[in-house]
T-cell receptor, first 113, second 113 residues
């Protein structure tokens, strides 16, 4: 059974700091991996999608990497801003494209001005 | 407008009542999903659909019914609401290809009293 774990559960950093959020999964046979952001009381916003054949994806100050062999993905946020404060969720789609996303519990980030 | 929309945004219902949550997407995505989000449990899959008239159970399907007579709509019905079904419900859709990830609706906050 695929399990997704995100560490740390919560993180507080001063503005301007570079940071890394971690995601690990138990079964390396994944189809895709997707990072989301969720603001309090809001829906999920897609940040980055990494296909299983890719190593990383970048969007602005965000960079997500994928290492299937070790069952890990990281989300790197450069020059953090207070507006980056949110919960970040990692989710994997199992191989065979059943379509079902399996989520981690999320990392709640607070960026202090 | 293009996108995925959920209605209602908020709903309060009484125990034992039937309630239907609506989900509509404008992309003609093959896959549609219903998740519930609860503190301590994260996001859990209730039901999903790979195409019109094809649905299947997810992790927590008991007490819920779905249908998908049209590609763009995927309503979720609570046949006899219970307090344990108080939650935030998210609908999502995804195309069949691997180049695009999930897109989530804004959610329905359901309270069963």
């Amino acid at each position: 059974k695929q399990e997704v774990t995100q560490i740390p559960a919560a993180l507080s950093v001063p503005e301007g700091e570079n940071l890394v959020l971690n995601c690990s999964f138990t079964d390396s046979a994944i189809y895709n991996l997707q990072w989301f952001r969720q603001d309090p009381g809001k829906g999920l916003t897609s940040l980055l999608l990494i296909q299983s054949s890719q190593r990383e994806q970048t969007s602005g100050r965000l960079n997500a990497s994928l290492d299937k062999s070790s069952g890990r993905s990281t989300l790197y946020i450069a020059a953090s801003q207070p507006g980056d404060s949110a919960t970040y969720l990692c989710a994997v789609i199992r191989a065979g494209n059943t379509g079902k996303l399996i989520f981690g519990q999320g990392t709640t980030l607070q960026v202090k001005p | 407008d293009a996108g995925i929309t959920q209605s209602p945004r908020y709903k309060i219902t009484e125990t034992g009542r039937q309630v239907t949550l609506m989900c509509h997407q404008t992309w003609s995505h093959s896959y549609m999903f219903w998740y519930r989000q609860d503190l301590g449990h994260g996001l859990r899959l209730i039901y999903y659909s790979a195409a019109a008239d094809i649905t299947d159970k997810g992790e927590v399907p008991d007490g819920y019914v779905v249908s998908r007579s049209k590609t763009e709509n995927f309503p979720l019905t609570l046949e006899s609401a219970t307090r344990s079904q108080t939650s935030v419900y998210f609908c999502a859709s995804k195309s069949a290809d691997r180049f695009h990830g999930y897109t989530f609706g804004s959610g329905t906050r359901l309270t069963v009293v």
